[in-house]
């Protein structure tokens, strides 16, 4: 691994910098993180990667596409860069390949794991060193949002995972569960508010155990409670909960009391009872049953996200087959799927009856293809209703998919960078701001709305 002489920094003086974030929004946290170091140590953000100094690379390594797609990024950056600029690669892949990285890609000039990344500062920075000594970063370090809009923000609440499932790289590549602390988390939260923030996501690798390795009865809802006392953000989503560590009782009270939007992300991977106790998942299809049909029963206008994986080890055509009437007797607003990817590291890579990876990849045809129909069906129910729509741009004249459509939002129940989104026409509005809006008329996963009125 290449190793950079830190008495002789990159940079004699602080220049620009320019990032490509790779990965899951949990990735970009700590891109944020990174750069807001840089950031305060006197760099600032280029607004193209032909004008920056130091580009930046934070990767994602939790299956080999995305493996491969991060190699072919960093490949493609280093073939653009002028002899000047440096190129940092961090993150994921770095703790995953951090062997054979620095032969495979010598364009390279710094590598740095998910542990070292927070020390990119340090490595580029001249060789004043007045600004660490006033300040220390840590991964729960002041962050200043740079990669996403300026009303929304992400609340990432703890680290790495201790699930262990069978397929998974996690806690291989981030360690076991961590979680922040609650005033780090609720400071962070109150200061999103201050600055404008109108939608929080709160995210982790498993959402639904942050707390108990730090307070015990004092765990996520009522850490929703008090962001929502100290923040009060117009839209707080919850995404990535362990349907195995779900407080039914407490998720729907939060959910009655209107704390979070009626939108929840909970990760199944599949509904047979062999997969889930092969991939480790510690429930089984009549657990995931009687918690979907609770949710159902009991929040009006739920939506629910979920992922799925086919082509698992063992996964027959019966399994197959029982994973589908899952979906359509449970039908999703938002599906996800993967077909496997066979990880060396993880204990399913070791697993015997692989299934071919043709197979794997007709059942995820066949998957996205039945769950098309079941997003657009659902999405009809809104058709000639009000919704309560967040403008997240304005299109240019070229952007614009038909006459009269000036903008992108979302309403509630479409995650930002994730979902479908709604097209919004009628009366203008600036990004940040909360309409209402009556829809028109939906396509697949997409709304169509006019714009009626401002809700600030």
């Excluded at 709160?202 to 809802?221: E, H, K, M, P, S």
Aim: net charge negative; glycine share 6%; charged share 30%.
């Amino acid at each position: 691994m290449k190793r950079t002489d830190r008495s002789r920094p990159m940079f004699k003086t602080p220049g620009a910098y320019f990032f490509i974030n790779l990965g899951c929004p949990k990735n970009l946290v700590d891109a944020e993180i990174v750069a807001s170091t840089l950031d305060d140590s006197g760099w600032c953000k280029a607004p193209s990667m032909e004008q920056a100094d130091l580009i930046v690379v934070t990767t994602c390594a939790f299956i080999a596409p995305a493996e491969e797609e991060s190699v072919d990024t960093i490949l493609a950056v280093a073939a653009k860069k002028r002899e000047n600029q440096k190129l940092a690669v961090l993150g994921c892949l770095v703790s995953r390949e951090k062997e054979r990285l620095a032969e495979l890609l010598p364009e390279v000039d710094v590598f740095l794991d998910v542990k070292e990344m927070i020390r990119l500062e340090e490595i580029v920075n001249p060789a004043d060193r007045a600004f660490r000594e006033s300040i220390t970063y840590t991964t729960e370090g002041i962050r200043k949002r740079f990669f996403t809009p300026r009303h929304i923000a992400y609340l990432k609440i703890s680290e790495g995972c201790s699930n262990h499932c069978s397929y998974c790289l996690i806690p291989s590549i981030r360690g076991e569960n961590k979680s922040y602390p609650r005033e780090y988390i609720v400071g962070e939260a109150e200061r999103f508010s201050r600055e404008g923030v109108k939608e929080a996501v709160v995210i982790a690798q498993d959402t639904a155990v942050w707390g108990r390795d730090l307070y015990g009865d004092y765990g996520l809802y009522e850490l929703l409670s008090d962001i929502q006392r100290s923040a009060s953000f117009r839209w707080l989503r919850l995404m990535y909960l362990h349907p195995g560590h779900i407080d039914v009782e407490s998720l729907i009270g939060v959910l009655k009391r209107g704390l979070i939007v009626p939108y929840l992300d909970i990760p199944i991977q599949h509904a047979s009872d062999s997969v889930l106790r092969s991939m480790r998942r510690g429930y089984g299809k009549k657990d995931l049953e009687r918690l979907f049909d609770r949710l159902r029963d009991e929040v009006e206008d739920l939506v629910l996200r979920t992922t799925v994986i086919v082509g698992f080890p063992g996964e027959t055509e019966d399994d197959f087959d029982e994973l589908v009437q899952f979906i359509e007797d449970h039908p999703f607003d938002h599906l996800g799927v993967f077909a496997f990817s066979r990880e060396k590291g993880t204990p399913a890579f070791d697993f015997i009856d692989q299934v071919p990876a043709e197979d794997a990849e007709m059942r995820k045809e066949e998957i996205l293809d039945i769950q098309m129909d079941i997003s657009s069906s659902r999405l009809s129910r809104l058709q000639g209703r009000k919704v309560e729509v967040i403008i997240d741009s304005v299109l240019s004249e070229d952007e614009r998919p038909e006459s009269g459509i000036w903008g992108i939002g979302r309403f509630y129940g479409q995650a930002y960078d994730i979902d479908g989104v709604t097209f919004v026409g009628g009366e203008r509005f600036e990004p940040g701001t909360m309409i209402e809006a009556r829809v028109k008329r939906v396509e697949a996963y997409d709304v169509f709305v006019d714009a009626e009125r401002d809700l600030g």
